[in-house]
């Protein structure tokens, strides 16, 4: 009884389990206290030996059932232990934050430089009617300038609408008239936006690109003030030194015409798939508003003149990155995304 007390104080008292291996082994190795006794028990008289036996083999399963609860009781501290562990001066693990797209990037850049020089941001519809699509800008129904803007029309056959009246819009020149209509010169406007042709995807064009649509109306807006503007806004973009130039042309909505091109970054102008080795890069219609589209936004042409432009925004971010596929402005792949 004395060896049991013993042994179970001992075992309660202990601190972890190195100790209590060394218990064991004085009260149950083999020279243990307990195991000495049990060797005692021949001494014993017979008639007693039974009940001492049974008492010293109660002994032993107490002794081994407490120092098993034991080492479970600091097993199960020391993982508790281990877990509170936290050291709260280790530097956290920093959340990974995104960033604006390239294209948005551009988009932001370009609306901020035309804001500084006076122009108006609007937004517009990007399913529109063919006539502020195509007949208010002097693109009258049969006019094989239409042809050069292959055209996604929409299904009429179920609404009121008469067949190829509602369409993709094809240009964001779609806002010319829309806005003329509403508010009389002088006025300076910047409308970008996603438009839609039948085309097909290479490393230059998509069915798909943005567009900056941008008009100014006032007396005697000039060939320069447009040539001006175009050169102020392009430079301030992508840097002083850009090349860029001129070239007359012919569209339907503007009279006289620009083609604008700039210097190919992809291959410094020394001719690459993407600028179809030309060396340059068109990348916007412009030209005087044509008087018969004053005339549609109920303008006097007589009063008024003004400029009118088109900025391939999709091809200008492309530029701007030096990437020599359109295709990457629309690749979620992160690890394209995440160099610009
Ligand atoms: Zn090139």
């Not at 107490?62 to 993982?79: H, M, P, R, V």
């Not at 996604?152 to 008469?162: F, G, M, P, R, V």
């Not at 300076?188 to 936006?193: E, K, L, Q, T, W």
């Not at 620009?258 to 690459?272: A, L, P, Q, R």
Request: charged share 25%; hydrophobic share 40%.
């Amino acid at each position: 009884m004395q060896i049991k007390n013993s042994a179970v104080s001992m075992i309660i008292d202990a601190q972890d389990q190195k100790e209590l291996e060394e218990i064991k082994l004085q009260f149950l190795g083999k020279s243990g206290k307990l195991t000495l006794t049990l060797k005692e028990i021949v001494r014993v008289p017979s008639e007693k030996r039974a009940i001492v036996g049974q008492l010293a083999n109660e002994v032993k399963k107490i002794i081994e059932e407490t120092l098993d609860e034991k080492i479970s009781a600091l097993t199960s501290q020391a993982s508790s232990q281990k877990k509170q562990s936290i050291d709260i001066t280790n530097p956290g693990i920093p959340p990974s934050i995104g960033h604006l797209h390239p294209m948005t990037q551009v988009l932001y850049e370009v609306v901020d430089i035309f804001k500084q020089i006076g122009f108006q941001a609007a937004d517009g519809p990007e399913l529109e009617t063919d006539y502020y699509n195509f007949t208010a800008l002097n693109m009258p129904p049969g006019a094989p300038s239409r042809d050069t803007q292959a055209t996604l029309y929409l299904d009429t056959q179920n609404s009121k609408a008469e067949p190829g009246q509602i369409l993709l819009r094809t240009q964001t020149s779609n806002m010319q008239v829309k806005i003329m209509e509403k508010i009389k010169p002088p006025i300076r406007v910047i409308a970008p936006g996603k438009v839609y042709r039948v085309d097909d995807v290479d490393a230059s064009h998509s069915f798909e690109f943005w567009q900056l649509e941008g008009f100014m109306v006032d007396q005697n807006v000039k060939m320069t003030d447009l040539l001006g503007t175009i050169d102020y806004v392009l430079k301030k973009l992508m840097g002083e030194k850009t090349k860029i130039k001129f070239a007359t042309t012919n569209f339907s909505f503007v009279e006289p015409g620009i083609d604008t091109y700039m210097e190919c970054t992809i291959c410094k102008s020394n001719g690459c798939s993407f600028c179809k080795f030309i060396g340059w890069s068109e990348i916007m219609p412009a030209g005087m508003i044509h008087p018969n589209v004053l005339k549609a936004a109920g303008y006097d042409s007589q009063k008024v003149s003004g400029f009118a432009f088109a900025i391939g925004l999709s091809r200008l971010a492309t530029l701007r990155y030096g990437m020599d596929d359109l295709r990457l402005l629309t690749n979620p792949d992160l690890r394209i995304l995440e160099q610009f």
